[in-house]
């Protein structure tokens, strides 16, 4: 089935430990993209790819790092959780980029709770 | 800095006829985008607006005026599974898409 997968679906972490959300696409689009959704906030993007082998940091990429070896996968690492990272964290591919009207497509989420 | 607003949220009744506004501040624009968000669900696509003018999708139509910086969504026939919350995105002068915070869209038989 074409789509966007993410996992794990959720996850309770202690602070401090290090976490990697990963995020699979099979739809061979360019871009991707990892948002965070905090209630009453609007999405934010943490990191993007416009394709394999880049990346760039979006509004909020502090405390996150990623990487794009190759075009389908774009895990996401926090390095050492704390709690202001416990929120639900989308990734979405786009097989143009946003500026041409390129739909985004979103896998299911990681709600992540940091403790 | 960058700011959109949209209201918190509405109610409307089956059947009827809603419309959710959407205005904006940004750095530049490069389109403007509509999602609908199911509680605990993704986001999903419903419309593009780039230039003035309504664009008509089945029950949605989307409306942008750049000049005012001004969008909206009209959601026509009302039915229980539009029970949602819709996002308004802007695609600002780096084509990066900055949201809103979103619409909760409550319908009431």
């Known amino acids: 089935i074409a789509g966007i997968t993410q996992a794990p679906t959720s996850q309770i972490l202690a602070a401090g430990r290090r976490m990697t959300l990963r995020c699979t696409q099979d739809?061979?689009?360019?871009?991707m993209y990892w948002y965070r959704q905090d209630l009453g906030l609007g999405l934010r993007l943490i990191h993007y790819?416009?394709?394999?082998?880049?990346?760039g940091k979006g509004e909020v990429p502090d405390g996150y790092s990623v990487s794009r070896a190759n075009t389908d996968d774009f895990p996401l690492t926090l390095a050492s959780a704390v709690p202001s990272q416990t929120s639900v964290y989308f990734c979405?591919?786009?097989?143009?980029?946003?500026?041409?009207?390129?739909?985004?497509?979103f896998g299911p989420g990681t709600r992540l709770t940091v403790l | 800095g960058q700011n959109i607003d949209q209201p918190t949220e509405m109610t409307a009744t089956e059947g009827a006829i809603v419309q959710i506004n959407c205005t904006y501040q940004?750095?530049?624009?490069?389109?403007l985008f509509w999602y609908q968000q199911h509680a605990g669900e993704a986001p999903t696509f419903l419309s593009y607006?780039?230039l003035d003018g309504l664009e008509e999708k089945g029950r949605f139509s989307s409306f942008l005026s750049r000049s005012k910086g001004y969008s909206y969504l009209l959601l026509k026939e009302l039915q229980m599974k539009d029970s949602a919350s819709y996002l308004c995105?802007?695609?600002?002068?780096?084509?990066?898409?900055?949201w809103g915070a979103g619409t909760k869209l409550i319908i009431k038989p």
């Open positions: 979405a591919s786009s097989d143009s980029p946003s500026g041409e009207g390129g739909e985004q497509f």
């Open positions: 739809m061979r689009h360019n871009a």
């Open positions: 995105a802007v695609v600002d002068s780096n084509y990066q898409l900055i």
């Open positions: 790819s416009n394709t394999a082998g880049t990346t």
């Open positions: 607006n780039v």
């Open positions: 940004t750095s530049g624009f490069n389109g």
